[in-house]
């Protein structure tokens, strides 16, 4: 145990709603949040991030905009498990790809193994070049940062029992 807890958006700001996740950890540096807790926006550095989670955390909580097939502004919460490095074939992520599943390859590949690891997603509408979030993207900013928040608060119930 780490007692470490990294919140982690991703995104590029250039591509419209795929800047969700950096749009929510901008929000949430505002609150306060509890002792251990890191809030960091990654932006497209996920070579970065998967470095940065070498050094362990309890608690992983990846903030990305995520096609999922939903209607746009839907925000899920996922958990994940670091692949086993041994299933990884060809390629473990090319620099600029920050899907959550590449960022997890890369880590595996690199022998990170985060404690719980969980993915706030939010379904995009518009990932073409140009900046600023589409409305229903905009719209769902208040909701990830009330539902991180609760992931947050949680975790810290969980660590005092």
């Known amino acids: 145990m780490t007692g470490r ?45 998967a470095y940065d989670l070498l050094d362990g955390c309890d608690l992983f909580v990846l903030v990305d905009a995520a096609p ?33 599943d590449a960022i997890f390859a890369l880590l595996a590949s690199l022998g990170g193994r985060p404690g719980r690891s969980l993915v706030v997603a939010c379904e995009p509408a518009d990932v073409s070049a140009g900046m600023g979030l589409s409305e229903p993207v905009r719209q769902a900013l208040p909701h990830a940062v009330r539902t991180v928040q609760e992931i947050l608060e949680i975790a810290a119930r969980d660590s005092d029992v």
């Open 68 to 100: 999922r097939g939903e209607p746009p502004g839907t925000v899920t919460v996922l958990e994940v498990q670091v692949p086993d490095p041994a299933s990884l074939t060809g390629p473990v992520m090319d620099a600029h790809d920050l899907t959550p």
């Open 5 to 49: 807890t990294l919140v982690a958006g991703v995104g590029n700001v250039f591509l419209r709603d795929d800047a969700f996740g950096c749009e929510v950890v901008r929000l949430l540096a505002t609150h306060p949040v509890p002792d251990g807790v890191q809030v960091r926006d990654f932006g497209i550095r996920g070579v970065h991030l």
